[in-house]
């Protein structure tokens, strides 16, 4: 069954894949134009597929569920996602991840403001947040865990692969970029390494996933050398509450 989105409001359109998802372990919803909500809490073993547009907060608290996206998708995807897994074949909008604690999330293009803000892990919990061309300022603001990677696959001559403050108060996790990034954008407590053979590992893993979703080549992502951005302290902002 595939159930018609268009001009719907959000309310009813949730109510009706809620009681859908209880009876099938999967709903399609095509012409979805904007409805907040959706994909909200979605379980395990339960699969939501969207045609078109979806609004603020898809997928927020996402516990376990896969919710596939063909188009763009505005701003919260995958607000505390609990678990699962989120693909979108387009572009994403702001706070992008916000406060994931997770799962994986990945992005065919690029992603507005403040993608992966808040985002943390604890011990087998990990989150992941995947995005093949750019994000915009204040990626990874906040991160206290779990990793973000940035392929910056069609770039143009002008498009730099992030924004300014990028990782602004990060005290965790790390963020994995492919190719040359402008460094005068980073926040400055943040450091450049080269990426160990664990770090290699992980990467790999991602961009299999990300190739095997959207259709790319793995040998010619690969080709381009990563770097590492950490925080070079735990407590980036330590200044401001002890003496010096």
Do not use: W
């Not at 268009?6 to 709903?27: F, P, T």
């Not at 898809?58 to 996602?81: I, R, S």
């Not at 947040?129 to 204040?138: E, T, Y």
């Not at 990782?167 to 965790?172: C, I, V």
């Amino acid at each position: 069954m595939t159930i018609e989105a268009g001009l719907m409001r959000y309310e009813k359109l949730n109510e009706m894949i809620k009681d859908e998802l209880q009876r099938k372990n999967k709903v399609v919803i095509s012409n979805v134009n904007g409805q907040r909500y959706l994909g909200c809490a979605v379980d395990e073993g339960k699969t939501l597929e969207l045609h078109g547009t979806p609004g603020n907060d898809m997928a927020c608290y996402l516990n376990g569920g896969k919710v596939e996206v063909f188009g763009n998708c505005q701003d919260a995807v995958g607000n505390t996602m609990n678990g699962g897994l989120i693909i979108v074949h387009g572009h994403s909008g702001d706070a992008m991840g916000y406060g994931m604690r997770d799962g994986q999330i990945y992005i065919q293009k690029n992603v507005a403001c403040r993608g992966g803000i808040h985002m943390k892990e604890f011990e087998n919990m990990k989150p992941v947040l995947v995005i093949g061309k750019n994000a915009g300022s204040f990626l990874g603001e906040y991160m206290a865990g779990g990793t973000i990677v940035l392929l910056g696959l069609g770039l143009k001559r002008n498009e730099k692969l992030f924004g300014t403050h990028c990782a602004s108060g990060m005290h965790g996790g790390k963020i994995f970029v492919r190719g040359s990034f402008p460094k005068e954008n980073l926040s400055p407590n943040i450091k450049v390494s080269s990426l160990t053979d664990e770090d290699m590992k992980e990467l790999s893993s991602y961009v299999k996933k990300y190739c095997r979703f959207f259709g790319e080549d793995y040998s010619d992502i690969m080709s381009k050398p990563f770097k590492k951005l950490s925080p070079a302290t735990s407590r980036p902002y330590a200044n401001l509450y002890t003496p010096n």
